[in-house]
């Protein structure tokens, strides 16, 4: 038996907005510790990484590791029918091939089931090494997304280069250049407002503005983005999920910009 | 595409 019970539900939602664009299926591994999900965009040209630790749930219980295979599409559509404000429970039987939703309002007067069909999906186990990065930044979400948007409107790419002072976020086309940078803030009244920079080398590298902008899907997720850069290895964007886990999204540098 | 190689190629090796 699987059951995750969930009071902020809207989480749930966030999560799904943030992976669903990416990613037409996905298995979620359930086991005692939490909630692993670890995919390949449609595209193969990143990663998505999501960790629900149980201890973020209200209820958790998971007697033996099951694998839920879901078409995010039908997911979706589900959790559309949840208000932001209902407690939103997953479960499933040992080896079911169905899993239920409950939605209940939050003075219990509504309760709605869905059960949705799984999927047998042969997918590619994956590995994310260890890495210790040069560069690590942590920005406002908001500001990252709006950096994203603003920048696509040059061009495909965006190059972030950080150094010691800051970091910068670049892109060039047709209609010319753009430049955003961002110093290293002092004090802030809000540590969510900080911009920080981690720095042991420089780095310079470029992305596809399409991914970032993808990635910031997952900006009411958290008010705090944190990107992690060395030269020739994926960038990762990281977005907490409240007090219950993460998402990190792997991105590949370009080649030959 | 390269990207897509260099991706699968470090997410495999682990």
Redesign the interface.
Known sequence: MFEARLVQGSLLKKVMEAIKDLLNEASFDCAHSGILLQA?DN?????VSLNLRKEGFDKYRCDRNIVMGMNLTSMSKILKCASNDDIITMKAQDSADTVTFVFESPNQEKVSEYEMKLMNLDQ?Q????ETEYCCIIKLPSGEFARICRDLSQFGESIVISCTKEGVKFSAAGDIGTANIKLAQTGTVDKEEDAVIVDMQEPVTLTF?CKYLNMFTKATPLSPQVCLSMSPD??LVVEYKIGEIGHIRY???????D | ????E???E?????
């Open positions: 390949m595209s193969h040209v990143s990663l590619d994956l590995g994310i090494p596809s290895v994926p792997y991105l590949a540098p370009r080649i030959g | 595409n390269t990207e897509q260099e991706l699968e470090y997410f495999k090796d682990s």
